[in-house]
């Protein structure tokens, strides 16, 4: 696949997850797609799992939004980055966010199979985003990696 296709697919991609469009989203995905999400601490693999984690990351973020603003490929591997911007809600981050939306750097490595998408590797610092939404970044990180994280 070009660069030219696969940077469209991921712009689509962009724009499904920008309208919080799952249906949509999972179209572009391989069966064994895996996205993962460093931040977080997460990864999603295959279809079931990542129609879970876009609607669970959806219900935290409903007003999220990414512009991609660069891109990069060759050997069938494609890197975009951008902006998003989204609003923390609820308490799935076990802190209770201020309202305020923030605007992060973003950074995502692809991968493709059979013509569609099989690889997202989603990278923002998350520390920016606590900050932009008033809480605690070691609170959120003890919710999200519990022991794993020192004190």
């Excluded at 409903?62 to 609820?90: F, I």
């Excluded at 799935?92 to 973003?106: L, Q, W």
């Amino acid at each position: 696949m070009d660069g030219d296709r696969m940077f469209e697919l991921a712009q689509e991609l962009a724009v499904a997850k920008s309208r919080q469009d799952v249906p949509a989203a999972m179209r572009l995905l391989h069966p064994e797609m895996v996205l993962e999400t460093p931040a977080f601490g997460t990864a999603a693999r295959g279809q079931a799992a990542n129609e879970k984690a876009l609607t669970r990351f959806f219900a935290s973020f409903p007003d999220y939004d990414v512009e991609l603003q660069g891109h990069a490929s060759g050997d069938g591997a494609l890197v975009c980055w951008g902006t998003a911007r989204m609003t923390m809600t609820g308490d799935r981050f076990g802190v209770t966010p201020s309202g305020r939306r923030a605007e992060i750097p973003v950074f995502i490595q692809f991968a493709f199979k059979d013509g569609l998408i099989a690889g997202e590797r989603f990278f923002f610092d998350l520390s920016t985003l606590c900050a932009q939404s008033g809480v605690s970044t070691d609170a959120v990180r003890r919710t999200l990696f519990g022991d794993r994280v020192s004190a």
